[in-house]
């Protein structure tokens, strides 16, 4: 697919074709037009405009609060930046679980109002229905499975998914349906890497992952957890490329200190 004005040279067929030839997908998540912007300068293969906006951005405990029209907002400012990643969007939760018909009108929206290219659902078995009646309408949609955080009230913790042999074996089942629904691609959260490598060797579409080792197919990070924004939380997955939070820090401080001196403005920062 090619947008007028963009030049989104990451499609799904490019991102088959990299996992043919055995190049790693890189995927961040962003939520506005400022650092979405940024990551696809920085030469990102997809931008997520994930959920975990409802903790980032909103400061909620959980994706669960994220709404339709906050999710299509987020989406907007991101589509505006890019030209050349793939944007997936997270279907939030409430607009797909429950009944096909409405998965396919929340998918619907988010397409038309962002214009963004694919969208990511949580979920195996369970949501197959509605993934299938979203696909039909030739939305191209990315699984996600492992460690799904619409479903924590469900597990109860975010503890690593998938240790035991019967959950592991519906893991792999649940990506096979997904592949044989017509899924793009698959993200697998917070699963042994060993798990995340057969999965990888077990279907032919582009497997993502993020605490699911080296042997799959692409990485994906948060973007505020990889520039180091939250102390709080250190996955062991996590790898932090920046420490962003001290960096801010030192420049409001500096500033409220200028402000507070007089030393700011100066006699060239005024007309
Ligand atoms: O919402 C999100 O950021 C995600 C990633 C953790 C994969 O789903």
Known sequence: MSVEGKNRIITTQRLLEMKSKGEKIAMLTAYDFTSARIVDEAGIDIILVGDSAANVMAGHETTLPITLDQMIYHAQSVV??????????????????????????????????????????????????????????????????????????????????????????????????????????????????????KVAASVKIPVIGIGAGGGVDGQVLVMHDMLGL???FSPRFLRRYHDLRSE????????????????????????
Request: a negative charge; one cysteine or more.
């Open 80 to 197: 505006r930046a890019v030209k050349n990643p793939m944007v997936v969007v997270d279907m939030p939760f409430g607009t797909y679980q429950g009944d096909s018909k409405q998965a396919v009108s929340s998918a619907i929206r988010i397409m038309k109002e962002s214009e963004a290219d694919a969208l990511k659902v949580e979920g195996g078995k369970e949501v197959i229905e509605s993934i299938k009646r979203i696909l039909s309408t030739g939305i191209p949609v990315m699984g996600h499975l492992g460690l799904t955080p619409q479903s924590i009230h469900k597990f109860g913790t975010y503890s690593v998914r998938a240790r035991e042999e019967e959950e592991a074996n519906k893991l792999l089942a649940d990506a096979l349906s997904l592949e044989e629904a017509g899924c793009f691609a698959i993200v697998l959260e917070k699963i042994p890497a060993e798990l995340g490598t």
């Open 230 to 232: 939250n102390k709080e």
């Open 248 to 271: 801010m820090l030192k420049a409001f401080r500096n500033y409220i200190s200028d402000v507070r001196s007089g030393d700011f403005p100066n006699d060239q920062e005024q007309y």
